[in-house]
């Protein structure tokens, strides 16, 4: 997913891995369009997690960041589909 995100490959919209946002440590983020990427192993599956998802989702929203969740199954099948969704997102935070 890295090689993917860096560099601005995605619309030239650069990323930085790994990104300490409070408590919370982002897998991918663009400062520019404050939007994050989270790829979510089958860990986040559990209803305990998702309770903690939606804790995390509320603190970083109310830092006007936006969270895409991205199934880890999802990059590792169907990636093309994956960066026409991203697409979509970097061109909606744009606007």
């Known amino acids: ?4 995100l860096r ?4 619309l030239g919209a650069k990323f930085r891995r790994q ?3 409070g408590p919370y440590i982002l897998d991918f983020y663009c400062p ?3 939007l ?9 599956n559990s209803i305990n997690r998702f ?13 006007k960041i936006r969270v895409v969740r991205i199934k880890s199954e999802q990059v590792q099948t169907g990636i093309n589909n994956v960066l026409k969704y991203l697409s979509k997102e970097i061109l909606l ?3």
Request: with cysteine; glycine share 8%; hydrophobic share 35%.
């Open 19 to 21: 990104v300490i946002k």
């Open 51 to 63: 309770r903690k998802d939606i804790i995390r989702e509320e603190y970083l929203g109310k830092c």
């Open 32 to 34: 520019e369009l404050k």
């Open 7 to 10: 560099n601005g490959n995605i």
């Open 36 to 44: 994050a990427i989270e790829v979510d192993g089958k860990e986040h």
């Open 93 to 95: 935070r744009r606007r």
């Open 1 to 4: 997913m890295w090689n993917l």
